[in-house]
């Protein structure tokens, strides 16, 4: 449907779809009726400097828009159209929704400005039905704002037709201007006038700013232009030339012709006062507010009928209507209608700043984009017109800069409401058909990540557990999943592994296979990465993985996976085990019931065996576990077994003492060895639990895999009928008593 729009819209050239919009934007309601009261209020200077910032800001941000028109076809919805297809279709409909309600305001901004001008020449023409001059105003305003969007909505080809009307009166009233004579030295102001106080620099700032923010308009005709890749730049520059150059010489004008700095804080008709004629410049104001507020008008529903277009609002707003289907006609009723509330609810000096925010935020999202495509340098990124990323990068920030020091609580507030819009839009789950900038941004900041990550040796105070889970199908062994994705939850990187029999191995079939497993774990909230291997067996396919699975230092520390009790499988399983161990990855090895499950076991026990480095890692994943929803009101037991009734007071003090220590959320308890042995009274003791942890021994220095099989065989009989085991092995090289705190002696 984005396509559709793109081609059936005008063909509008440079000079009427973008330079004049947007310059008559520029020239517009600010530069007559609020340009004297800035310098009033911050000097020659503290105007020259405002005009520069601002217009620096806006310069940068037309070097980001030009660099992406020519590496794009720029369809409708102007800002809106570029953001969502660089940084997402979430963070286009962040900033192109408020963006619409902005740009619908800021139609009331340039009518408020005309209807203030018209009464400042006229007075009160309704007074003679006894109307007061607000209700006055409101009614003027509205009735222009029904007069304009009745133009807007016929056709905006004679919409902009009218502006090259427009655009000659704006220029008869600055040739009036510059030729005019300086005020009367002798002119005073009426008795009772209340000189009010001046403004700060950053007030003044956010009440001119929207004074260069024209290039919109000429944005949001981005998919009405004949060759925007050519236009949107050209157009664009130009303008924002054009613009600098007038602001920079008016003030420098009106500071020499007005002797009384108090008349610039009070006369907001001083254009005219200096004027050679002044019925010039009341056609200006006036030509300049209708302009404004129609290229305003034209933009606005643009970007809705773009957001509609793209199925973020309902379809049936972006429905087009009149030459070739185009007009967005239900857009356009909406617009009018938000701007028909600020008509009358706002005024001049409390909706700039408004608008100030929303502008500075959508610019700083297109710099942002453009500095972004530059840093990640995609072979996809080759524009035409090149702007080194530095320079978008420096936009952006001087963007929000800009938003915080005009006002840091409203800053906070449309980030907020951008932030709000996101993540409602990111809850819709929509699928945009175009790809954007994202997984290269992903991709660029792993780069990064990895290269300083590589230079760093991991330690016990960050060390958490990096899981690969040899599952295979999730569907078949969930418990296993489950486990992991308890142990990760939320700080770690997990894994969910499968070995697929070589003989049934196609591309088709593993990525049929990894879609499946990503869609299922997803269902269930488990974030993973899923691995589909090839193997001719599970077991070679296992330790292929465990040795060669990972990227540089992004490998997984801890090996998951479940038990085996098939005999002829124990020694391959022995050097399986045997590997991970060599290969310093810890293990896991979930064993689980076969009893039936316990109601409400809300115990993990974790018995200690005397290997400190076991006891550590087993603390540290109990402790993870504990984080889980599913076990985060369980209790957590530390056992061990002493000989005689004479050691069992000196150890339950020793490891009461280190869990008061350490500060772990644990209870003691010691047993005293007797029949039925040791695994029969583990098997006793926690017949109730929830979970149990018990270490296994290491391979031995020269131990064969047959042998160490005949230990998983004697461990694995031992520990038969019990509640869900983890035996763990700790193999990495890390102190693990360090990590939850035990002390070496």
Same mark, same amino acid.
């Not at 029904?146 to 004679?158: C, E, H, K, V």
């Not at 001049?348 to 100030?356: C, G, H, Q």
């Not at 488990?526 to 490998?555: C, E, H, Q």
């Not at 399986?576 to 316990?598: A, F, G, Q």
């Given at each position: 449907?984005?396509?559709?729009?793109?081609?059936?819209?005008?063909?509008?050239?440079?000079?009427?779809?973008?330079?004049?919009?947007?310059?008559?934007?520029?020239?517009?309601?600010?530069?007559?009726?609020?340009?004297?009261?800035? !310098?009033?209020?911050?000097?020659?200077?503290?105007?020259?400097?405002?005009?520069?910032?601002?217009?620096?800001?806006?310069?940068?941000?037309?070097?980001?828009?030009?660099?992406?028109?020519?590496?794009?076809?720029?369809?409708?919805?102007?800002?809106?159209?570029?953001?969502?297809?660089?940084?997402?279709?979430?963070?286009?409909?962040?900033?192109?929704?408020?963006?619409?309600?902005?740009?619908?305001?800021?139609?009331?901004?340039?009518?408020?400005?005309?209807?203030?001008?018209?009464?400042?020449?006229?007075?009160?023409?309704?007074?003679?039905?006894?109307?007061?001059?607000?209700?006055?105003?409101?009614?003027?305003?509205?009735?222009?704002?029904?007069?304009?969007?009745?133009?807007?909505?016929?056709?905006?080809?004679?919409?902009?037709?009218?502006?090259?009307?427009?655009?000659?009166?704006?220029?008869?009233?600055?040739?009036?201007?510059?030729?005019?004579?300086?005020?009367?030295?002798?002119?005073?102001?009426?008795?009772?006038?209340?000189?009010?106080?001046?403004?700060?620099?950053?007030?003044?700032?956010?009440?001119?700013?929207?004074?260069?923010?024209?290039?919109?308009?000429?944005?949001?005709?981005?998919?009405?232009?004949?060759?925007?890749?050519?236009?949107?730049?050209?157009?664009?520059?130009?303008?924002?030339?054009?613009?600098?150059?007038?602001?920079?010489?008016?003030?420098?004008?009106?500071?020499?012709? #007005?002797?009384?700095?108090?008349?610039?804080?009070?006369?907001?008709?001083?254009?005219?006062?200096?004027?050679?004629?002044?019925?010039?410049?009341?056609?200006?104001?006036?030509?300049?507010?209708?302009?404004?507020?129609?290229?305003?008008?034209?933009?606005?529903?643009?970007?809705?009928?773009?957001?509609?277009?793209?199925?973020?609002?309902?379809?049936?707003?972006?429905?087009?209507?009149?030459?070739?289907?185009?007009?967005?006609?239900?857009?356009?009723?909406?617009?009018?209608?938000?701007?028909?509330?600020?008509?009358?609810?706002?005024?001049?000096?409390?909706?700039?700043?408004?608008?100030?925010?929303?502008?500075?935020?959508?610019?700083?999202?297109?710099?942002?984009?453009?500095?972004?495509?530059?840093?990640?340098?995609?072979?996809?990124?080759?524009?035409?017109?090149?702007?080194?990323?530095?320079?978008?990068?420096?936009?952006?920030?001087?963007?929000?800069?800009?938003?915080?020091?005009?006002?840091?609580?409203?800053?906070?507030?449309?980030?907020?409401?951008?932030?709000?819009?996101?993540?409602?839009?990111?809850?819709?789950?929509?699928?945009?058909?175009?790809?954007?900038?994202?997984?290269?941004?992903?991709?660029?900041?792993?780069?990064?990540?990895?290269?300083?990550?590589?230079?760093?040796?991991?330690?016990?105070?960050?060390?958490?557990?990096?899981?690969?889970?040899?599952?295979?199908?999730?569907?078949?062994?969930?418990?296993?999943?489950?486990?992991?994705?308890?142990?990760?939850?939320?700080?770690?990187?997990?894994? #969910?592994?499968?070995?697929?029999?070589?003989?049934?191995?196609?591309?088709?079939?593993?990525?049929?296979?990894?879609?499946?497993?990503?869609?299922?774990?997803?269902?269930?909230?488990?974030?993973?990465?899923?691995?589909?291997?090839?193997?001719?067996?599970?077991?070679?396919?296992?330790?292929? !993985?465990?040795?060669?699975?990972?990227?540089?230092?992004?490998?997984?520390?801890?090996?998951?996976?479940?038990?085996?009790?098939?005999?002829?499988?124990?020694?391959?399983?022995?050097?399986?085990?045997?590997?991970?161990?060599?290969?310093?990855?810890? !293990?896991?090895?979930?064993?689980?019931?076969?009893?039936?499950?316990?109601?409400?076991?809300?115990?993990?026990?974790?018995?200690?065996?005397?290997?400190?480095?076991?006891?550590?890692?087993?603390?540290?994943?109990?402790?993870?576990?504990?984080?889980?929803?599913?076990?985060?009101?369980?209790?957590?037991?530390?056992?061990?077994?002493?000989?005689?009734?004479?050691?069992?007071?000196?150890?339950?003090?020793?490891?009461?003492?280190?869990?008061?220590?350490?500060?772990?959320?644990?209870?003691?308890?010691?047993?005293?060895?007797?029949?039925?042995?040791?695994?029969?009274?583990?098997?006793?003791?926690?017949?109730?639990?929830?979970?149990?942890?018990?270490?296994?021994?290491?391979?031995?220095?020269?131990?064969?895999?047959?042998?160490?099989?005949?230990?998983?065989?004697?461990?694995?009989?031992?520990?038969?009928?019990?509640?869900?085991?983890?035996?763990?092995?700790?193999?990495?090289?890390?102190?693990?008593?360090?990590?939850?705190?035990?002390?070496?002696?």
């Amino acid at each position: 449907m984005g396509e559709q729009i793109e081609k059936k819209g005008y063909s509008f050239g440079t000079f009427k779809g973008v330079y004049t919009p947007s310059v008559l934007t520029i020239f517009g309601v600010i530069m007559y009726l609020r340009f004297g009261w800035v !310098l009033g209020n911050v000097g020659l200077f503290g105007t020259l400097l405002i005009v520069t910032m601002a217009t620096l800001i806006t310069f940068l941000t037309g070097l980001s828009i030009s660099a992406m028109a020519t590496n794009m076809k720029v369809g409708g919805g102007g800002a809106y159209y570029i953001i969502s297809r660089s940084l997402g279709l979430e963070a286009g409909a962040a900033i192109g929704l408020p963006l619409f309600f902005a740009r619908a305001i800021g139609v009331a901004f340039y009518i408020a400005g005309c209807t203030e001008a018209v009464m400042s020449y006229t007075g009160n023409p309704l007074s003679h039905w006894g109307i007061d001059p607000a209700m006055t105003a409101k009614i003027l305003s509205a009735g222009t704002l029904l007069a304009i969007t009745a133009l807007a909505y016929i056709s905006a080809d004679l919409a902009l037709k009218v502006q090259f009307i427009i655009f000659a009166a704006i220029t008869l009233s600055l040739v009036s201007f510059f030729m005019g004579n300086p005020a009367p030295e002798t002119l005073t102001l009426p008795a009772g006038t209340v000189i009010p106080g001046k403004v700060g620099f950053w007030v003044a700032f956010a009440v001119f700013f929207p004074a260069v923010t024209g290039i919109e308009a000429g944005l949001g005709l981005s998919g009405d232009l004949k060759n925007p890749a050519k236009s949107l730049p050209l157009g664009t520059l130009l303008a924002i030339g054009t613009g600098y150059l007038v602001y920079m010489i008016m003030p420098i004008f009106l500071n020499a012709k #007005v002797h009384n700095p108090d008349l610039l804080l009070v006369d907001s008709n001083i254009m005219s006062t200096v004027s050679a004629w002044w019925p010039a410049i009341a056609a200006g104001v006036i030509a300049a507010s209708i302009s404004s507020a129609l290229g305003s008008l034209l933009g606005a529903p643009r970007t809705l009928q773009a957001l509609a277009i793209d199925r973020i609002i309902p379809h049936f707003i972006g429905r087009g209507f009149g030459k070739d289907k185009a007009d967005p006609r239900i857009a356009t009723a909406l617009a009018f209608a938000v701007a028909l509330v600020a008509v009358l609810l706002g005024d001049l000096n409390v909706i700039a700043p408004i608008l100030s925010m929303f502008f500075l935020l959508s610019y700083g999202l297109l710099n942002l984009s453009a500095g972004l495509e530059g840093l990640i340098e995609s072979p996809s990124w080759r524009p035409k017109f090149k702007v080194p990323c530095s320079v978008s990068l420096f936009g952006a920030a001087l963007c929000f800069a800009a938003m915080l020091m005009i006002n840091a609580g409203a800053t906070m507030i449309a980030i907020l409401l951008t932030a709000l819009v996101f993540y409602l839009i990111k809850r819709r789950h929509l699928n945009a058909h175009w790809a954007d900038m994202r997984y290269g941004i992903l991709t660029l900041l792993v780069r990064f990540a990895i290269h300083r990550l590589n230079k760093l040796k991991p330690d016990e105070r960050t060390w958490r557990p990096q899981i690969m889970a040899l599952s295979g199908s999730p569907k078949s062994r969930w418990h296993l999943v489950e486990m992991a994705h308890a142990l990760t939850r939320h700080s770690s990187a997990l894994t #969910v592994a499968s070995i697929l029999p070589v003989e049934d191995w196609s591309a088709e079939k593993v990525q049929s296979m990894e879609a499946s497993m990503k869609d299922y774990l997803q269902k269930r909230e488990v974030d993973a990465m899923v691995k589909i291997f090839p193997s001719p067996d599970m077991l070679s396919g296992a330790r292929a !993985l465990v040795r060669a699975y990972g990227y540089g230092p992004l490998t997984p520390n801890t090996i998951l996976l479940g038990d085996t009790e098939n005999r002829e499988n124990f020694t391959e399983f022995a050097e399986l085990i045997h590997l991970v161990y060599r290969t310093e990855r810890n !293990l896991v090895m979930l064993r689980d019931s076969h009893i039936e499950s316990v109601e409400d076991a809300e115990e993990i026990h974790v018995w200690w065996g005397g290997n400190k480095d076991n006891i550590g890692l087993m603390l540290t994943l109990a402790y993870q576990i504990q984080k889980s929803p599913v076990w985060k009101e369980s209790k957590l037991i530390i056992k061990t077994i002493v000989e005689n009734a004479d050691e069992q007071n000196t150890a339950l003090e020793r490891l009461e003492n280190f869990i008061e220590e350490q500060r772990i959320p644990a209870v003691a308890e010691v047993l005293i060895k007797e029949q039925p042995g040791v695994y029969g009274m583990i098997r006793q003791s926690s017949a109730q639990a929830g979970l149990v942890f018990m270490g296994m021994r290491p391979p031995l220095l020269d131990e064969s895999d047959e042998e160490y099989g005949r230990y998983y065989e004697s461990l694995m009989a031992s520990t038969r009928d019990m509640p869900p085991t983890a035996f763990v092995l700790a193999a990495e090289k890390i102190e693990f008593r360090e990590v939850i705190g035990i002390s070496a002696g």
